[in-house]
């Protein structure tokens, strides 16, 4: 490896067996021997299905991940993002060697620490001091270089008044503000961590995204991150990778990937009805089963203009007969957590809604005040005081550039996709 590239990962794939552990596999265990012995290749590795969680398969063996290659430089923060049960938390535990891959191999420049779910690593009969001693000596500290540590890692943990109680009386966040406190002060050469940071409260958060900017930035050392927090990404990534169905559709940009990210997510580039999301939260008796976004000639859309006229409509469904009295809808616009636009019912109409059993509400926007980027709708249906439908990621639309003011001017070079515009007017007066 090149002195600066501390981490590369060649062809990596890994495969599992769908099923029950250990039912039905003595066969393919002597099956796999025989043709190892006949200098063969693994004749498992010839089949198996595309790590997709949402269609049935036809084969006993999925690749969960499959030709992974990338390259880490040190000091680099690498954000690896894609839906749930794409592949990343099998990349991080291949990385951070608590599973071997079926094929390919891991070339590693320094010490690893993982951060991959809650507690790694720590006994829950050891009490929080305890368990700092022992996570070191795993890390490959010496109890010289811990102690000196020590004082640091409790205070920044906030655990204090704990750290001499047994972690198993832990919650969940004290727990992986110890866990993370540990690995980030023992300064491995890598550190990794799995959406841990999830757990935290807002203030840890903050504060463990500020410690791992100090130590890629300032101790020149090498962070790979997964989240779902896209605003987290873009604050502390230098360099995003996106994965989908166990293989690396993106490596580039940070700001790019978020983007190729986000249009995953939509359902006409991929084909997906509103009807099919699964991630979805509420009663249900009454649904969102269809968005669409519609231009000032009431064309449909999935692209449209800053400072043109817009048309959300937001159709529904109900389940039940009743109508739906005191109803509100909400939808959140946001682009990678710089920019969150509200619209609302309640606040457009300033009264609650009837809704029947099927329907569309429809937001009209005379002048679309949003800049250049890709932009996420979030719902939120409420009917009678109850949440009846929740979509974080119901679809992806992209605003282009266009004409807002009557100058021409939009918004000074650089903002795009980071500022909502304003209609006003201005004056001059001289005394």
Wanted: hydrophobic share 35%; proline share 2%.
């Amino acid at each position: 490896m090149s002195k600066d590239i501390i981490l590369k990962a060649e062809n990596i794939s890994k495969q599992y067996r769908l099923g029950q552990v250990g039912t039905g596999t003595l066969s393919h265990d002597l099956n796999r021997w025989w043709h190892q012995v006949r200098g063969k290749e693994n004749p498992y590795l010839k089949i198996g299905d595309t790590n997709d969680r949402s269609t049935k398969g036809e084969s006993d063996y999925v690749w969960a991940l499959q030709d992974i290659n990338f390259e880490v430089q040190r000091g680099e923060v690498l954000g690896i993002i894609g839906k749930n049960g794409a592949g990343k938390s099998t990349l991080l535990k291949i990385l951070s060697k608590v599973t071997a891959p079926t094929t390919g191999s891991i070339k590693c420049g320094g010490r690893i620490a993982s951060l991959l779910e809650v507690g790694t690593g720590f006994n829950g009969e050891m009490t929080g001091r305890e368990n700092i001693f022992l996570n070191g000596a795993i890390l490959g500290m010496t109890k010289k270089e811990i102690t000196s540590k020590l004082d640091e890692i409790i205070d920044f943990s906030g655990c204090e008044r704990y750290i001499d109680t047994p972690v198993k009386r832990y919650s969940s966040g004290m727990t992986v503000r110890l866990a993370f406190a540990v690995a980030a002060f023992l300064e491995p050469e890598i550190l990794v961590i799995d959406e841990v940071l999830a757990v935290g409260d807002a203030e840890f958060q903050k504060k463990a995204i500020g410690k791992m900017q100090d130590i890629s930035k300032q101790g020149g050392r090498t962070v790979l991150f997964v989240s779902h927090n896209m605003a987290a990404i873009q604050s502390l990534c230098t360099r995003a990778i996106v994965l989908k169905n166990g293989t690396v559709v993106f490596d580039g940009k940070t700001d790019e990937g978020i983007n190729y990210y986000l249009s995953l997510n939509s359902s006409t580039d991929t084909n997906i009805s509103i009807r099919d999301i699964k991630e979805r939260k509420g009663r249900g008796e009454i649904k969102i089963v269809d968005i669409k976004i519609f231009d000032k000639n009431e064309n449909e859309v999935d692209t449209i203009r800053t400072g043109e006229k817009a048309i959300i409509k937001v159709y529904f469904e109900s389940s039940v007969s009743n109508i739906h009295k005191k109803s509100r809808l909400s939808l959140g616009i946001h682009n990678q957590g710089k920019i969150f636009v509200l619209l609302s019912t309640e606040l457009g109409a300033n009264e609650y809604m009837e809704l029947p059993q099927k329907g569309f509400i429809e937001f009209n926007i005379p002048k679309l005040p949003l800049t250049k980027s890709n932009y996420t709708i979030e719902t939120y249906l409420e009917c009678d005081g109850e949440l009846q439908d929740w979509m974080e990621n119901a679809l992806v639309f992209t605003v282009e550039d266009g004409v807002y003011y009557e100058g021409g001017l939009n918004y000074p070079g650089g903002w795009a996709g980071k500022t909502v515009l304003l209609d006003f007017s201005c004056s001059f007066t001289t005394n």
